[in-house]
């Protein structure tokens, strides 16, 4: 009985360190980009996107660990339990398996490279790692600026999609593009909801993360805006005729969108209550993504 009320905190605080769910986030953009380069081309090369989910996978756990070394050295998460480093105590062990992760992941984009026999997807996935590290590394922690969002919208849209487009078909696609949009809001929704709980911590760090910057209030608002705004851009692309009709299977996402917009406006002043909202995000980014992706398919 001891035993098992001791363990379960632990395992809980770990499982949120190591955040399972979060690793959807680096899937979504190869599927969506592997989806459009099949739609177009009908080429689909199952080894290539097995190998950059990995590499993604890794890369994304990469950009987590080194989070959790990076803001122990700010101070900022001297409130956060489920940090790999407070529940280690060890940062250069952390440092080195995030490292390590990262290696393990751009292997897997240099041998899709060496495939193709063409470098130009390790430049797109390093300009992302660049991206990743200026966001929070020293000397630019450029997240604490409230620029995150800005930089996740790129690095998980434009970049991510194109180079899983690229990866299958050794082209560009204007299509790809407009479909990485799709992708990138919803990315940048979830960095964006992470933010409304720890207001106090980040004030207290001095970052100034948009929430920050807007207050809670306003910050749910906008958020009412940016998640409506997936569903009509699709249907738009659609009536212009950039994405096939069945896209719109998206929608049926909606109810995690409206969920999230509900949940936010009504607890974004209650840290404790607004905490999980980044979940649900995560729930409207995966299954927006991966029926958008799907649509592609049909
Ligand atoms: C670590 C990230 C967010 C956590 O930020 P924060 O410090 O506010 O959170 P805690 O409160 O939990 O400490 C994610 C940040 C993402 C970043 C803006 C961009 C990352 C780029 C990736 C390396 C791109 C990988 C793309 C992949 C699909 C190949
Ligand atoms: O821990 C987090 O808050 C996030 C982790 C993460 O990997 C990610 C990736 C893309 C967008 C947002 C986030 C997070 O918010």
């Not at 379960?8 to 680096?26: D, E, N, Q």
């Not at 800005?150 to 970049?159: D, E, H, S, W």
């Not at 729930?283 to 398919?297: I, P, Q, R, T, V």
Request: proline share 5%; charged share 10%.
């Amino acid at each position: 009985m001891t035993t098992k009320q001791v363990s379960h905190p632990k395992t809980k605080l770990w499982m949120a360190a190591i955040k399972p769910p979060m690793y959807s986030v680096a899937i979504m953009p190869i599927w969506v980009g592997t989806a459009v380069a099949f739609a177009e081309t009908r080429v689909f090369n199952l080894v290539v996107f097995s190998s950059f989910v990995a590499a993604a996978i890794l890369i994304l756990a990469w950009e987590n660990i080194s989070n959790d070394v990076f803001d122990s050295e700010t101070g900022i998460d001297q409130n956060k339990h489920h940090s790999l480093v407070n529940l280690t105590g060890n940062k250069r062990l952390i440092f080195w398996l995030g490292n390590l992760s990262l290696v393990s992941g751009l292997l897997g984009i240099i041998a899709i490279a060496t495939w193709q026999k063409d470098p130009t997807v390790i430049g797109i996935i390093l300009l992302c790692c660049g991206l990743g590290y200026i966001y929070q590394g020293p000397p630019f922690r450029l997240g604490y600026q409230g620029l995150g969002e800005i930089i996740c919208f790129f690095a998980f849209g434009p970049l991510a999609v194109t180079a899983a487009y690229y990866s299958q078909t050794q082209a560009w696609s204007m299509t790809s593009l407009a479909a990485s949009v799709i992708v990138g809001i919803p990315t940048t929704l979830i960095l964006f909801c992470s933010h409304f709980h720890q207001v106090k911590d980040d004030i207290a760090a001095g970052k100034r993360s948009p929430v920050v910057r807007l207050g809670t209030a306003k910050a749910a608002q906008l958020l009412y805006w940016f998640t409506g705004s997936i569903y009509p851009f699709t249907l738009l692309f659609v009536l212009f005729g950039i994405f096939p009709k069945w896209t719109l299977l998206s929608w049926l996402s909606l109810p995690y969108a409206v969920k999230l917009c509900r949940h936010v406006q009504q607890n974004h002043h209650l840290p404790e209550k607004v905490s999980n909202c980044k979940f649900i995000a995560v729930k409207m980014h995966f299954w927006s993504c991966l029926l958008f992706g799907l649509g592609f398919m049909v």
